[in-house]
């Protein structure tokens, strides 16, 4: 089977000439991170939490996410499972990103991770596998980005080290109505990209998480950013309203 599963935006830097708006902080701007509940269940039916790889064609495996606003994207966060012992390097992954526009969606590869860490569940559990196996999980964040971007739809992709036989990391994805946790944008489809980093239609991307898996699930993922502080939204109104009575005066 082709599909490998187990059960197992920042500074929105709002730069006003003149009028001082420099307040900031860090905002997560999207929310489709680790599940919080219904983990490990191993009948299934109620098991929030699955990996996704691929064995074929597919280089990049990922999903997509919307920003509500235009503005600077930091740090772009997922989750990969793997049995390996010792953690990764930090800059093992790639990260490749693009306009989503579907299945005719295309994706560049942008950057390596800048952090990789072993994590767990917030219940401190780790990712148990359709043996009973217990795997790792690995936070990876591609950070420092610093994207300008619009708001809007975007495709992703990650790269990288994998299991034996993979061409994709096992990237850690749930289902939306059993996660207990924000999964902002779920839609139960996930991407893959070729080594080109198009959408790989040949291998049945865009593609409904189902097969071999009773639900649908989306990748955990979030993105992170910055936004101006309302303080600082205030002054700016302040501004504008006292150029705006300066002028009337003048006239």
Not at 99 to 128: E, K, M, R
Not at 151 to 156: Q, R
Not at 179 to 199: E, K, L, V
Not at 230 to 245: E, N, V, Y
Request: net charge negative; proline share 3%.
């Amino acid at each position: 089977m082709k599909k490998s599963w187990v059960t197992w935006v920042g500074v929105a830097a709002f730069s006003c000439i003149g009028l001082g708006v420099t307040g900031a902080h860090a905002t997560l701007l999207v929310d489709r991170g680790l599940p919080t509940s219904n983990l490990n269940d191993a009948a299934g039916a109620n098991r929030s939490n699955v990996a996704w790889a691929d064995g074929s064609t597919t280089l990049s495996i990922g999903d997509n996410f919307t920003l509500g606003g235009s503005g600077v994207v930091d740090d772009i966060r997922v989750w990969v499972v793997s049995s390996a012992t010792s953690s990764f390097a930090n800059n093992a992954f790639q990260l490749w990103l693009g306009i989503d526009t579907g299945s005719s969606s295309s994706v560049a590869q942008l950057a390596n991770s800048t952090s990789v860490i072993s994590v767990t569940y917030s219940d401190a559990s780790s990712y148990q596998g359709s043996t009973g196996n217990i795997l790792n999980i690995y936070q990876v964040d591609f950070g420092n980005l610093n994207l300008a971007e619009s708001a809007g739809t975007y495709a992703f992709g990650v790269s990288g080290p994998s299991s034996s036989g993979l061409t994709t990391p096992y990237l850690s994805a749930s289902n939306g109505p059993l996660s207990g946790s924000p999964q902002m944008g779920d839609d139960g489809i996930i991407y893959g990209f070729t080594s080109a980093g198009a959408m790989d239609t040949s291998n049945g991307y865009p593609w409904s998480s189902i097969a071999g898996w009773d639900k649908s699930s989306d990748i955990n993922v979030q993105v992170y950013g910055t936004v101006p502080e309302p303080a600082s939204l205030a002054l700016l109104g302040l501004g504008l309203a006292g150029l705006g009575f300066s002028r009337f005066k003048k006239a």
